[in-house]
Each structure stands twice: as C-alpha cells, then as structure tokens.
C-alpha cells in the first residue's frame, strides 16, 4: 500500500468545522482513499472513502484533490465526542485485503 | 446485520503461558478477516489475515499463529507467551476482496503479559 503523511496532532473547538489533511503523493489511479478513527480504549470504525470524487455520509465529508496526491476530512461541527486518533489509508487493488495502518492524526477537541 | 465478537476484553496472563483469542463474525458469508495488534502508544500493525478457511497469510514473523476453523470464526494462539506480545489485538473483518470496502472492527482484547 502507498504511504500517507498526516500531522501528528491537531486542536480544534468544540461545535467548529474540522479540516484533517492527508498527504499522498504516491497514490496509483486504482487506490482508494479511506480514513479510520479510534476513540480511546476502542478498535477503529470506519468513516468514509473515496476514489476521485467528493463524499459525504453522516459522519463526515471527503474532499480529494483533483490531481488525487491530497485528501481532507472534514468534520463539519466537531463535538467531544469526535476526539480519537484519524488515519487516512490508501488501498489499493492488488492488495485491497489488508489495510496497512500508519500513526494517524490525533485531534483534540476544546470545550 | 452483521456483528463482530472477540473475547475476552482484558486478559492478564503470565510469560510462558498459551494464549487462544477467539473472534467471530455473524451476519455475513465468507468475510475476510484480520488480526491487528496495537503496542501502547503506537500504530495497528497488521499480523494476519484470511480470505477463507484455513487460508492464512502472516505479515509478521512472531511466535504467534492464527487459524480459521470455520467461515466465521478467527482464532489468534501462541504456545508461549512473551513480554513483547503485550498489547491491544484487533479482529477485523470484510466483504470480499474489494478496496473499496471498509474493514468493521470488534472491541479489541487487552492483554497484559507479567
């Protein structure tokens, strides 16, 4: 899987849009983007993916740029409860069995 | 809908001693399923995985082994216990061998090693 880069940590205030970069300059045309988070204590959950085009779901939305080597998460107003450790993941098609997880972002949230 | 089981949450075991982790699926046919292991303070590290019974891949070389006995069941084991394996294991599974799905994770088991 391609490598991503991400901060290690960021701030953000309680009841704010939240913007979690994720570099990948390596990215091949047939690799997905897919973010993960870990709240304290728990196993990750899923948030969202894509490929090339914009995603929203309930949780959060995916913008990628249009030459694919960045993505952002975007938490549109972040809450206590969305502290956790966020991984941005490339999969790829070859070996899209298996997720290779890197050290994430944690986000810290201010009341 | 589908749902994963592992247990226990926390174990506490001494070096030496064998360790049998179980992890289960329910709701889904011939999922995908991973072991991950997390150290404190550290990133998930990908040990082993399966894309049917008895198929294992192992990432990692380590004294610990997986098995897959049935569809839906993953059982990670070691015959002797190190100080090192202490940490936070994961059972993951998924649909199919598409990137574009998401793996679902179970609560984890803590193990502590003395």
């Known amino acids: ?111 | 809908s589908q749902t994963i089981h592992q247990w226990p949450a926390t174990l506490v075991q001494p070096v030496g001693s064998p360790l049998s982790l179980e992890c289960t699926v329910e709701g889904t046919s011939n999922p995908n399923l991973y072991w991950y292991r997390q150290a404190a303070g550290r990133g998930l590290q990908l040990l082993f995985y399966s894309v049917g019974i008895g198929q294992i891949s192992s990432e990692v070389p380590q004294n610990l082994s997986a098995s897959r006995p049935q569809d839906r069941q993953f059982i990670l084991s070691s015959k002797k216990l190190l100080l090192s394996d202490s940490g936070f294991y994961l059972c993951a599974w998924s649909v199919g061998n598409s990137p574009g799905q998401p793996q679902h994770f179970g609560d984890g088991t803590r193990l502590s090693i003395l």
């Open chain 1, 1 to 111: 899987d391609a490598k991503t880069t991400q901060p290690n940590s960021m701030e953000s205030n309680e009841e704010e849009p939240v913007h979690l970069p994720c570099n990948h300059s390596t990215i091949s045309g047939t690799d997905y983007i897919h973010w993960y988070r870990q709240l304290p204590s728990q196993g990750p959950e899923y948030v969202i993916h894509g490929l090339t085009s914009n995603v929203n779901n309930r949780m959060a939305s995916l913008a990628i740029a249009e030459d694919r080597k960045s993505s952002t998460l975007i938490l549109h107003r972040a809450t206590l409860r969305d502290a956790a450790v966020y991984y941005c993941i490339l999969r790829d098609a070859v070996g899209g069995d298996k997720i290779i997880f890197g050290k994430g972002t944690r986000l810290h949230i201010l009341p």
